[in-house]
């Protein structure tokens, strides 16, 4: 496929603005992953409802195997923004249609920050996952085109910084997102950009050093889903993961509200 005016591994410049409506390659592998990460925030959001409203002890959700269930799925939906975001510019970048979506994230993570501020203001998410994917779509355009080593440095240094460096200077809301706080504010959901934007870098520059070595590289080329009925649902969820984070909290509360309300 065409680079336009450079070389996609020079990091000598970076690409020209696209007016190609030709569509990227799209993976049914990668949209599946994220429907596996999706289907997982959703079943973590509703053993953690159980124990919002009572139906379970606090333990079932703030013990270690859930901590780590729940930064597993942090991390692929950060590892998958490097990787679509590699796949979605390889030849060149789609401004149009980068900015569309870039334009959604950040009004959804605004949408979930005030509505999680008017119902609990101590711990309201001010840089969730949302948040933090913006983030990282819009700094990860920065990575594209230098050298892989150097991408997967850097993503290096930044998963490993938050473990030497912490400080009371970074405890504000306004700074906590950094990464670096010693004792950030609550927030039932918080991604700072150190350590995570490193695993977006991981991705975009692992997958960078993939396409080479694949044998799919148009979209022509790309094996449709099979007939299977399971395996076409896992992909039709996996590119419909942003409306349905949004709408699978409010959904879940209204149900363990109304089983409250109406006695049930």
Do not use: C
Request: proline fraction near 7%; charged fraction near 10%.
């Amino acid at each position: 496929m065409s680079l336009g005016e450079t070389d996609a591994n020079s990091g000598l410049s970076f690409p020209v603005i696209s007016r190609s409506n030709t569509s990227p390659v799209r993976y049914p592998l990668i949209d599946i992953w994220r429907a596996l990460a999706i289907i997982g925030v959703v079943i973590y959001h509703f053993v953690w409802d159980l124990s919002f409203f009572g139906y379970a002890p606090s333990s079932a959700v703030f013990n270690t195997p859930m901590t780590v269930f729940a930064r597993t799925l942090a991390g692929s939906f950060m590892f998958l923004v490097g990787v679509s975001l590699t796949i979605a510019h390889r030849d060149r970048i789609r401004w149009r249609k980068f900015f569309v979506r870039f334009a959604k994230l950040v009004v959804a993570a605004a949408v979930i920050s005030v509505a999680t501020y008017l119902m609990s203001p101590q711990n309201f998410i001010y840089f969730g996952i949302l948040h933090a994917i913006a983030a990282a779509s819009f700094f990860g355009l920065l990575f594209l085109r230098l050298p892989i080593p150097i991408v997967l440095l850097t993503a290096v240094l930044m998963l490993s910084a938050p473990f030497f460096f912490q400080t009371p200077i970074f405890d504000a809301r306004i700074l906590a997102w950094v990464g670096f706080a010693d004792r950030p504010p609550m927030a039932n959901d918080f991604v700072p950009a150190f350590p995570w934007f490193g695993v977006t870098l991981a991705g975009i520059g692992l997958t960078r050093w993939f396409l080479p070595h694949t044998r799919y590289t148009t979209a022509s080329a790309v094996p449709r889903p099979r007939h299977g009925l399971f395996r076409k649902g896992l992909v039709w969820i996996g590119q419909k993961t942003l409306p349905i984070y949004l709408i699978h909290q409010p959904v879940l509360f209204g149900f363990f509200f109304s089983i409250q309300y109406f006695g049930l």
